[in-house]
T-cell receptor, first 114, second 112 residues
Framework: NAGVTQTPKFQVLKTGQSMTLQCAQD?????MSWYRQDPGMGLRLIHY???????DQGEVPNGYNVSRSTTEDFPLRLLSAAPSQTSVYFC?????????????FGPGTRLTVT | DAKTTQPPSMDCAEGRAANLPCNHS???????VYWYRQIHSQGPQYIIH???NNETNEMASLIITEDRKSSTLILPHATLRDTAVYYC?????????????FGTGTRLTVIP
């Protein structure tokens, strides 16, 4: 298994541009989440999904959209990038049948908005 | 916001035990304590969890005080590859997905 994969690894955007961060997992996990991590801070939850067709907001959802059309994929969309969205983004997944603590994280996408 | 308190940084000599403390004085009776770590430029990695009994796995041991207000993660023989930020988490989002809420963690540096 490849686990949780994220693309791209690095991205530079100009203010106002849009883009989609991709996240995929091949472990048939129903639960997937997006976090952002800023310097000196822990991870903060952006959006999450408990299954295909179901999404919900986390702690810091403003400026981001998500959708979940398949179990495998959970893309994160920035509609109009802002410098405040400069961060490292992590996607995570877990299976509902396994213990609720063990989430698997992707390697991250480092985004810079100028 | 995370309700745990951890020292911002610690050093440990290679081969020695690393003991990482965590205070979670407001933890409720049915909340677990979880530990994750994040090696530089990687995503977080699950280490161990516990409710009230001490736990051990292939990576670490977790010692939880009887009153459950604090715990200690023990890496018995620290190696250079254990240099990372260690997160103690006592709260998950029970709105269905049990998501994790991270604080700022302890940066452990293992010294040769």
């Amino acid at each position: 298994n490849a686990g949780v994969t994220q693309t791209p690894k690095f991205q530079v955007l100009k203010t106002g541009q849009s883009m989609t961060l991709q996240c995929a997992q091949d472990m048939n996990h129903e639960y997937m989440s997006w976090y952002r991590q800023d310097p000196g801070m822990g991870l903060r939850l952006i959006h999450y999904s408990v299954g295909a067709g179901i999404t919900d907001q986390g702690e810091v959802p403003n400026g981001y959209n998500v959708s979940r059309s398949t179990t495998e994929d959970f893309p994160l969309r920035l509609l109009s990038a802002a410098p405040s969205q400069t961060s490292v983004y992590f996607c995570a997944s877990r299976a509902p049948g396994m213990a609720r603590y063990e989430q698997y994280f992707g390697p991250g996408t480092r985004l810079t908005v100028t | 916001d995370a309700k745990t308190t951890q020292p911002p940084s610690m050093d440990c000599a290679e081969g020695r035990a690393a003991n990482l403390p965590c205070n979670h004085s407001t933890i409720s009776g049915n909340e677990y304590v979880y530990w994750y770590r994040q090696i530089h430029s990687q995503g977080p990695q699950y280490i161990i969890h516990g409710l009230k009994n001490n736990e051990t796995n292939e990576m670490a041991s977790l010692i939880i005080t009887e009153d459950r207000k604090s715990s200690t993660l023990i890496l018995p023989h620290a190696t250079l590859r254990d240099t990372a930020v260690y997160y103690c988490i006592d709260r998950v989002n029970d709105a269905g997905a049990n998501n994790l809420f991270f604080g700022t963690g302890t940066r452990l540096t293992v010294i040769p």
